[in-house]
């Protein structure tokens, strides 16, 4: 069974996207837009985001029109979106919605992805939601050097430093790299 890792790029202040949940200052540090080795999970066999991350994302890449764009970010694999709305799934993809607690998921996603890794791609209250139900096994943060005066944080959740190790801080062209496990609850 493959870990579940909450993979994502945040500012020096803690924000994963600004107030209107754009990546747009992501995008704007050096290589933003094409990110070294090293910056996401090799071959995850699944990708799990919520629906703001996914509007978003089919949005600014206009994948609804554009339906063969999506494959560039998140390849042929399946990809998990938490929503309790209905949105619209671009030609060619394999996009299952799910609602509800990660823990009723979860089977589901675990299936899905096999003996390979399942990526939490964002937002950081789903990522808190798989720490609540003990289902993170890795959080890599990708720190940018860029601070916001608000948006989304990295992880809305109070978690203590007896629940995190440390397992690697490098540089990777313009950003810091951190890696920690993520230890079960005592």
Known sequence: MGRIIFDTATTLNGFIADEDNSLAWLFAV??????DEGLFPADPGVMVEGSTTYEWV????DIL??????AEFHGERP?????SRTLPVPRGTDIRFVSG???????AIREAAGDRDIWVVGGGDLAGQFLDADALD????SVAPVALAGGAP??????????????S??????????????????
Do not use: M
């Open 30 to 35: 050096e290589n933003g837009t094409q990110p």
């Open 58 to 61: 089919l949005e600014e890449s």
């Open 65 to 70: 029109a554009h339906p063969e764009r999506w």
């Open 79 to 83: 990809c998990f979106v938490f929503t």
């Open 101 to 107: 607690p990660v823990s009723d998921a979860l089977p």
């Open 138 to 141: 890795e959080i890599a943060i």
């Open 154 to 167: 990295l992880l809305p959740r109070r978690v203590e430093s007896d629940r995190l190790r440390l397992e």
């Open 169 to 186: 801080a490098t540089r990777v062209g313009q950003f810091a790299r951190l890696v920690y496990t993520v230890l079960p609850r005592a």
